[in-house]
């Protein structure tokens, strides 16, 4: 199956997804409480595609990756004052340049997760989801039970 890029749009009614030119990241938004799921890579680009659906940045309040890369956690410092979550099993030590910013492992900004593990957001209900066999470091997050960001 071919993955085909999606253009910066909202998609429902609480979700929207990000083109950062060669990969898309994800946004839940109640209008009260916006999370990303990853961030993207260029932060001028991704400014310039939050601004076509009228987020900023320093709205988000928590970023939930769902693996430790730069194509994933680039844009990691634009989020200044959202809480920041991963997978246990991402050594901050190993990972590339997209975990840079995590690297002080005491920075209460930035959580660990669990198979299993569930985080609530203003109501929001985030549960982590570790796929065996998958690679390591990788993490999906189910939301209300009925929204899957893998």
Do not use: W
């Given at each position: 199956?071919?993955?085909?890029?999606s253009?910066t749009q909202?998609?429902?009614?609480?979700?929207?997804?990000?083109r950062?030119?060669?990969?898309?990241?994800?946004?839940?938004?109640?209008?009260?409480?916006?999370?990303?799921?990853?961030?993207?890579?260029?932060?001028?680009?991704?400014?310039?595609?939050?601004?076509?659906?009228?987020?900023?940045?320093?709205?988000?309040?928590?970023?939930?990756?769902?693996?430790p890369?730069?194509?994933?956690?680039?844009?990691?410092?634009?989020?200044?004052?959202?809480?920041?979550?991963?997978?246990a099993?991402?050594?901050?030590?190993?990972?590339?340049?997209?975990?840079?910013?995590?690297?002080?492992?005491?920075?209460e900004?930035?959580?660990?997760?669990?198979?299993?593990?569930?985080?609530?957001?203003?109501?929001?209900?985030?549960?982590?989801?570790v796929?065996?066999?998958h690679?390591?470091?990788?993490?999906?997050?189910?939301?209300?039970?009925?929204?899957?960001?893998?």
């Amino acid at each position: 199956m071919l993955f085909k890029l999606s253009k910066t749009q909202q998609i429902t009614g609480n979700i929207y997804v990000v083109r950062s030119l060669i990969s898309n990241f994800f946004i839940y938004s109640d209008f009260r409480t916006t999370i990303c799921f990853d961030t993207g890579f260029i932060p001028s680009v991704v400014n310039r595609e939050l601004k076509k659906i009228n987020i900023e940045p320093k709205s988000v309040s928590h970023v939930f990756l769902t693996y430790p890369s730069f194509y994933h956690a680039g844009c990691i410092k634009l989020f200044k004052n959202a809480d920041i979550y991963f997978s246990a099993e991402t050594s901050l030590r190993k990972s590339g340049k997209g975990m840079s910013s995590c690297k002080s492992e005491e920075n209460e900004k930035y959580k660990k997760l669990k198979d299993g593990d569930v985080v609530d957001v203003d109501g929001i209900r985030i549960k982590s989801i570790v796929f065996p066999k998958h690679k390591l470091g990788s993490i999906s997050y189910m939301v209300n039970d009925d929204i899957l960001f893998i």
